[in-house]
Structures are given as C-alpha cells and as structure tokens.
C-alpha cells in the first residue's frame, strides 16, 4: 500500500484530500507546516507528497524546491495544490520541481488519477 504525506495547514482541506486519499486505498500522514513535514520526513519517506503553496512560515515553493533538491527526497513525487492558480503559479511550481500541480478546489477524480499515475512511474 502506498503512503502519502499531506502538508496542509487547513483542517478542512487536509480532512478533504486525506479522505480522497483513503478511498482511493492510500495510507496518510499529515502535518500543517513545511517544518513539520521536514521533520517527519527524518523519520520515514512517503511514496508521494501533497504540498500546499500558502503554509505558515516557508512557502510551499521552497519546501519543493528544498525537498527536489536533497538526495533522500528527490525522487518522491510533489503534488502542489493551492487556490494560486494562476498560469504563472503553476509554471512556478514545476519550475520548483512539483510533479503536478491541482488548483483547490480540489477534484477528487483528477486528484486520484494524478497520484495513480505518479505513483506508478
């Protein structure tokens, strides 16, 4: 079974995401900070992230990009979701490294179709 990490500072966003998440049959982690999400991921490596851009602290951007740029965490797959959602924001996103990038409200059918699909390559 698959893991995801979810880094999101809204309860409501991160019980709605977690719940699509469980019923597409992925186990979840979450936090409510990028700190957090750094922290936690010390500990285990997930198979995908789900990062949102407007977090407390450090951007979702930067966590991105920090997380693309160590070896330990390179290789996981980003899924960036925000309410930016802005060609530009998205362009910056995956100039960050992001796999995808799901503007909110979030889409349950293209959500689980993305991370089917990353977690398969």
């Known amino acids: 079974m698959s893991i995801a990490l979810v880094i999101e500072d809204s309860l409501t966003e ?5 719940y699509y ?3 597409a049959g992925v186990t979840v ?5 990028g700190e957090e999400a750094l ?3 010390t ?5 995908l992230i789900i990062l949102d851009v407007v977090l407390p602290g ?3 951007f930067e ?6 740029g160590e070896a330990k965490t390179r290789k996981i797959p980003i899924i960036m979701c925000s309410t930016k959602d802005s060609e ?3 362009f910056w996103g995956m100039k960050q490294g992001a796999d995808a990038y799901i503007s909110k409200p979030i889409d349950q059918d293209l959500l689980v179709r993305t991370v089917k699909n990353l977690l398969r390559t």
Do not use: A, F, N, Q
């Open 39 to 41: 922290e936690k991921l």
């Open 14 to 18: 991160r019980e709605i995401i977690t």
């Open 29 to 33: 982690l979450t936090v409510k900070s």
């Open 58 to 60: 450090r951007s979702g």
């Open 63 to 68: 966590i991105c990009r920090e997380l693309k």
């Open 88 to 90: 530009m924001d998205k």
């Open 43 to 47: 500990l285990s490596i997930p198979d």
């Open 21 to 23: 998440l469980k019923s």
